[in-house]
């Protein structure tokens, strides 16, 4: 009799214990706000870099979060939608530009301008538009998103002009704004057309041409 007790008891813990921890393991890990904050981080980045690549249209949500390496369905956790996370995206790809043009100025201190424009206009641009300038890899892209993204580049499009306007020295702020906006839009236009033409030598006669005749315009 006792053994039959004492059978029944294990049986009865086994289930408890077997239960306790199907239930642990149903249950999902909780992430700490550090860690929630660093996984939107990457979502951005992996975003911000996608879009540039391929175009907001050709872009899927699992794509973001594959390329991030996280589940799919942790994203509305972090975001209300594609177009929210559009303009995460967007915002951090003018913001990683300022930094670039902040950090060439900041090594080229005699020329800080001419730097930007060389780095702007390098095959290595060129060939790299996921981690580029926004308005060269989207700019006609955008034009055709919804009014609240458009008006979010063109917040980030005004942070651009003001950052190159920064480095023109000896003008007022109303003629370093003209130039600024002269510069961007030549520099913007030279890599869109190296990037399209299927001439090697073609695109990079583009890139050093307007290379050229940008830079005298700096002093």
């Known amino acids: 009799m006792m053994m039959i007790i004492i059978?029944?008891?294990?049986?009865?813990i086994y289930i408890v214990n077997r239960t306790e921890r199907e239930s642990f393991e149903r249950k999902p890990m909780k992430v700490s706000r550090e860690q929630a904050a660093r996984n939107r981080d990457r979502v951005i980045a992996a975003a911000a870099r996608l879009f540039r690549e391929r175009g907001f249209d050709h872009v899927a949500v699992a794509d973001v979060m594959?390329?991030?390496?996280l589940t799919?369905?942790?994203?509305y956790?972090?975001?209300?939608?594609?177009a929210d996370l559009a303009a995460e995206a967007c915002r951090r790809s003018v913001a990683?530009?300022?930094?670039?043009?902040?950090?060439?100025?900041?090594?080229?201190?005699?020329?800080?301008?001419a730097a930007v424009i060389d780095a702007y206009l390098s095959p290595?641009?060129?060939d790299d538009p996921g981690r580029g300038?926004?308005?060269?890899a989207l700019g006609p892209e955008i034009a055709r998103q919804d009014p609240t993204l458009r008006h979010i580049v063109t917040e980030g499009l005004r942070a651009l002009i003001d950052g190159l306007g920064k480095l023109i020295p000896n003008r007022s702020k109303a003629a370093r704004r003209r130039k600024a906006l002269a510069l961007f839009s030549g520099m913007v236009?030279?890599?869109?057309?190296a990037r399209a033409v299927d001439d090697p030598a073609l695109s990079e006669e583009i890139l050093r041409a307007t290379e050229a005749t940008l830079t005298p315009q700096v002093s």
């Open 77 to 82: 956790g972090q975001f209300d939608s594609k």
């Open 72 to 75: 799919h369905g942790g994203f």
């Open 66 to 69: 594959k390329s991030a390496g």
């Open 133 to 136: 300038c926004l308005l060269a």
């Open 7 to 12: 059978e029944y008891m294990m049986i009865i």
């Open 96 to 113: 990683k530009t300022l930094e670039r043009w902040d950090k060439l100025a900041g090594e080229s201190a005699d020329e800080p301008l």
């Open 124 to 126: 290595q641009h060129r």
């Open 189 to 193: 236009g030279a890599i869109v057309l």
